[in-house]
């Protein structure tokens, strides 16, 4: 035997000096990252599911057959039929288009508070970390003094301050949120910021700044993306409580929440008045909640390793 | 001589440990003149990559206390102002990490992290920030530095890394250039590659360099002069041809007994300092080395601390100097 058999090795290329290694093709992580997350059917449903219901949400007008205050008194609390598929109120009006019109409530809530949290909670969990000392105790003081109280009675107390209404109840929800943000990405921060890179990066010189915006936050990211995901699904149904207890959209406006509280009181007589809204949420927060699980399976490194292994 | 490039004396650093205070660095002093190049050698655990670390600011502030004197060109780099420091970082001195796989930030580009130092002092543009990253790559002997500028650290190999950490360091061409381990993780082909490419800069700019490493191969091609270092302490040092062909230090003894070479019988054991250094957190009381000298040829060496004394014929302006009770008698 003259040569070996190189296993893996490819046969026409005599190798050079040093190869570039190809193990890996040169492409962005992001796309590596949607692409692992494609191949998660969890993931992939969820992610599905949602993209449908922000759909309908903005679409709502044109896909609810009625509007949302279309009253039919001849109509009242008709189960399911062919004209009304999700039955009809005590007021006749339509379940199936309110609850596609509430969608943009509830959603709109979500995100709106899910984003201030994420910005708020995010840079002050940023700055506590990277400077660590009095900064990190002060704002992390404040934080636990927020986390301190129960998240729906603190939201409450913010409505109660600020009055009932859709912006009050995403502000009340994004404080409520921002010290789980905080928490987060200080965690995350303070295990990047021992790196050698950013250790390396200073050494030439790199400004704090730089060394937050280019090397710190991006990886640091991935627990704070999950926890995105996780929060919306949280802020849906902490909207749908506070529509619930009356402090969040008024009536007649259609919001998930609220149509849960009115049909309650008919849970006898007209199931359906109840159980659509309720099936709307339950739909929405699975899905938030499984995309997490799903983002944090892709984004771990280790596990990312082995998915990436396993599908080749 | 001329004035030193850098001039270290009796730097300390302290370290808090849930354990105790780590005296990490017991009073250094050494001087490195331009275009010279200082080795410092020693065991793990000896001090050496925190005596470096702490010359740049770059050890934990909540833990670390540095005390002494570090001058570079004549400003002290231990109380210098943040900003100040800052602008040092880089054109005054560049620094290589040891561990090519946690030095690189995984989301960015070589590139961009190559040209990271350019940027940080003066307004530098993306086109011509990118003209200098692939001539810095190539520089390192970087095979295709036009492709691999675009790659992502984990796209390279370990000694590919090592090269584009290498080139970071040397992007702002600094005054003194600090390799802590620079070519541990390379062949020995790309190190000698590294090694020219030093030497290079060194008589083309007067670079300044101390190299860290325990390779004695490495320090009798590039040093010209060598300090030993154990337990936080500088044992031994001199030129490369005293200590490494008239070494006084039972240490230094021990450490170039240790070397294997290709003469030495299959199986033969191979020789070794017995014993461990000892635990930063509880020095020995006395000379560092006591503990594990196969010598201990003094009654002072359990008490009394030895102090760095000229030995041999040497003296002049680069004296020949250890740290040991044992060196009277036996130096000629």
Same mark, same amino acid.
């Given at each position: 035997?003259?040569?070996?058999?190189?296993?893996?090795?490819?046969?026409?290329?005599?190798?050079?000096?040093?190869?570039?290694?190809?193990?890996?093709?040169?492409?962005?992580?992001?796309?590596?990252?949607?692409?692992?997350?494609?191949?998660?059917?969890?993931?992939?449903?969820?992610?599905?599911?949602?993209?449908?219901?922000?759909?309908?949400?903005?679409?709502?007008?044109?896909?609810?057959?009625?509007?949302?205050?279309?009253?039919?008194?001849?109509?009242?609390?008709?189960?399911?039929?062919?004209?009304?598929?999700?039955?009809?109120?005590?007021?006749?009006?339509?379940?199936?288009?309110?609850?596609?019109?509430?969608?943009?409530?509830?959603?709109?809530?979500?995100?709106?508070?899910?984003?201030?949290?994420?910005?708020?909670?995010?840079?002050?969990?940023?700055?506590?970390?990277?400077?660590?000392?009095?900064?990190?105790?002060?704002?992390?003081?404040?934080?636990?003094?927020?986390?301190?109280?129960?998240?729906?009675?603190?939201?409450?107390?913010?409505?109660?301050?600020?009055?009932?209404?859709?912006?009050?109840?995403?502000?009340?929800?994004?404080?409520?949120?921002?010290?789980?943000?905080?928490?987060?990405?200080?965690?995350?921060?303070?295990?990047?910021?021992?790196?050698?890179?950013?250790?390396?990066?200073?050494?030439?010189?790199?400004?704090?700044?730089?060394?937050?915006?280019?090397?710190?936050?991006?990886?640091?990211?991935?627990?704070?993306?999950?926890?995105?995901?996780?929060?919306?699904?949280?802020?849906?149904?902490?909207?749908?409580? $506070?529509?619930?207890? !009356? +402090?969040?959209?008024?009536?007649?406006?259609?919001?998930?929440? /609220? #149509?849960?509280?009115? =049909? @309650?009181?008919?849970?006898?007589?007209?199931?359906?008045?109840?159980?659509?809204?309720?099936?709307?949420?339950?739909?929405?927060?699975?899905?938030?909640? $499984?995309?997490?699980? !799903? +983002?944090?399976?892709?984004?771990?490194?280790?596990?990312?390793? /082995? #998915?990436?292994?396993? =599908? @080749? | 001589?001329?004035?030193?490039?850098?001039?270290?004396?009796?730097?300390?650093?302290?370290?808090?440990?849930?354990?105790?205070?780590?005296?990490?660095?017991?009073?250094?002093?050494?001087?490195?003149?331009?275009?010279?190049?200082?080795?410092?050698?020693?065991?793990?655990?000896?001090?050496?990559?925190?005596?470096?670390?702490?010359?740049?600011?770059?050890?934990?502030?909540?833990?670390?206390?540095?005390?002494?004197?570090?001058?570079?060109?004549?400003?002290?780099?231990?109380?210098?102002?943040?900003?100040?420091?800052?602008?040092?970082?880089?054109?005054?001195?560049?620094?290589?990490?040891?561990?090519?796989?946690?030095?690189?930030?995984?989301?960015?580009?070589?590139?961009?992290?190559?040209?990271?130092?350019?940027?940080?002092?003066?307004?530098?543009?993306?086109?011509?920030?990118?003209?200098?990253?692939?001539?810095?790559?190539?520089?390192?002997?970087?095979?295709?530095?036009?492709?691999?500028?675009?790659?992502?650290?984990?796209?390279?190999?370990?000694?590919?890394?090592?090269?584009?950490?290498?080139?970071?360091?040397?992007?702002?061409?600094?005054?003194?250039?600090?390799?802590?381990?620079?070519?541990?993780?390379?062949?020995?082909?790309?190190?000698?590659?590294?090694?020219?490419?030093?030497?290079?800069?060194?008589?083309?700019?007067?670079?300044?360099?101390?190299?860290?490493?325990?390779?004695?191969?490495?320090?009798?091609?590039?040093?010209?002069?060598?300090?030993?270092?154990?337990?936080?302490?500088?044992?031994?040092?001199?030129?490369?041809?005293?200590?490494?062909?008239?070494?006084?230090?039972?240490?230094?003894?021990?450490?170039?007994?240790?070397?294997?070479?290709?003469?030495?019988?299959?199986?033969?054991?191979?020789?070794?300092?017995?014993?461990?250094?000892?635990?930063?957190?509880?020095?020995?009381?006395?000379?560092?080395?006591?503990?594990?000298?196969?010598?201990?040829?003094?009654?002072?060496?359990?008490?009394?601390?030895?102090?760095?004394?000229?030995?041999?014929?040497?003296?002049?302006?680069?004296?020949?100097?250890?740290?040991?009770?044992?060196?009277?008698?036996?130096?000629?």
């Amino acid at each position: 035997m003259t040569q070996l058999p190189a296993p893996g090795a490819t046969p026409a290329a005599p190798p050079p000096a040093e190869p570039l290694p190809t193990t890996t093709p040169a492409r962005p992580r992001w796309r590596e990252t949607l692409g692992l997350l494609a191949r998660n059917p969890t993931a992939a449903v969820s992610a599905t599911v949602l993209v449908l219901i922000v759909l309908v949400a903005v679409f709502d007008e044109t896909l609810a057959p009625y509007g949302p205050n279309e009253q039919d008194p001849s109509l009242q609390l008709q189960p399911p039929s062919r004209d009304h598929p999700f039955g009809t109120d005590e007021f006749g009006r339509d379940v199936f288009s309110r609850v596609i019109l509430g969608a943009g409530t509830s959603l709109r809530v979500g995100f709106l508070s899910v984003a201030f949290a994420l910005v708020v909670g995010t840079l002050i969990g940023l700055v506590a970390g990277y400077y660590g000392r009095w900064v990190d105790d002060t704002l992390m003081r404040l934080m636990d003094v927020l986390f301190a109280f129960p998240a729906v009675l603190l939201a409450i107390a913010i409505v109660a301050i600020r009055g009932a209404g859709p912006a009050n109840a995403i502000l009340a929800i994004g404080i409520v949120y921002v010290p789980i943000f905080a928490r987060v990405t200080r965690a995350s921060v303070l295990g990047v910021r021992e790196e050698v890179y950013v250790r390396a990066s200073r050494s030439v010189g790199a400004s704090d700044w730089r060394l937050i915006t280019r090397h710190v936050l991006p990886n640091a990211a991935p627990p704070i993306i999950v926890q995105t995901s996780v929060s919306l699904a949280f802020a849906v149904l902490a909207e749908a409580a $506070l529509s619930f207890l !009356g +402090l969040g959209p008024r009536r007649p406006n259609p919001s998930w929440g /609220l #149509m849960l509280a009115d =049909g @309650r009181g008919f849970i006898e007589q007209a199931w359906w008045y109840a159980v659509f809204p309720g099936l709307a949420i339950v739909v929405t927060v699975l899905c938030f909640n $499984l995309l997490g699980d !799903g +983002l944090r399976d892709v984004l771990d490194p280790r596990q990312r390793t /082995l #998915m990436a292994g396993g =599908g @080749r | 001589m001329t004035a030193p490039l850098l001039e270290v004396e009796d730097l300390r650093v302290d370290l808090r440990t849930p354990r105790g205070t780590a005296h990490v660095v017991n009073g250094l002093s050494y001087t490195v003149g331009p275009g010279e190049t200082v080795a410092v050698v020693g065991e793990s655990g000896s001090g050496k990559s925190v005596s470096v670390l702490a010359l740049l600011g770059l050890l934990p502030e909540r833990t670390a206390t540095v005390t002494g004197r570090a001058l570079l060109q004549g400003e002290d780099l231990l109380t210098m102002a943040p900003e100040r420091l800052r602008r040092v970082r880089g054109p005054g001195v560049g620094m290589v990490f040891q561990d090519p796989m946690t030095s690189l930030n995984p989301v960015l580009t070589v590139g961009r992290q190559l040209t990271e130092g350019l940027r940080a002092h003066g307004p530098v543009s993306k086109a011509a920030a990118r003209a200098r990253a692939v001539e810095l790559l190539g520089e390192v002997g970087l095979p295709d530095p036009g492709r691999a500028v675009d790659r992502y650290p984990h796209e390279l190999s370990g000694g590919m890394r090592q090269r584009v950490v290498i080139a970071m360091a040397l992007a702002n061409s600094p005054a003194l250039l600090v390799a802590d381990e620079a070519t541990t993780a390379l062949d020995v082909t790309v190190q000698a590659q590294i090694i020219d490419l030093v030497e290079r800069l060194q008589a083309e700019q007067g670079t300044g360099v101390i190299w860290i490493t325990h390779d004695l191969g490495v320090v009798a091609g590039i040093a010209d002069r060598v300090l030993v270092m154990y337990g936080g302490r500088c044992v031994e040092d001199g030129t490369v041809d005293d200590v490494l062909e008239r070494p006084v230090h039972p240490y230094t003894r021990g450490l170039l007994g240790a070397l294997p070479d290709l003469a030495t019988a299959d199986d033969a054991d191979l020789a070794t300092i017995p014993g461990t250094p000892p635990a930063p957190t509880d020095l020995p009381a006395g000379c560092v080395f006591w503990p594990r000298c196969p010598v201990r040829g003094d009654a002072r060496c359990e008490t009394e601390q030895p102090p760095l004394a000229v030995v041999g014929a040497g003296g002049g302006e680069l004296p020949h100097r250890a740290a040991t009770w044992c060196a009277e008698g036996e130096a000629s």
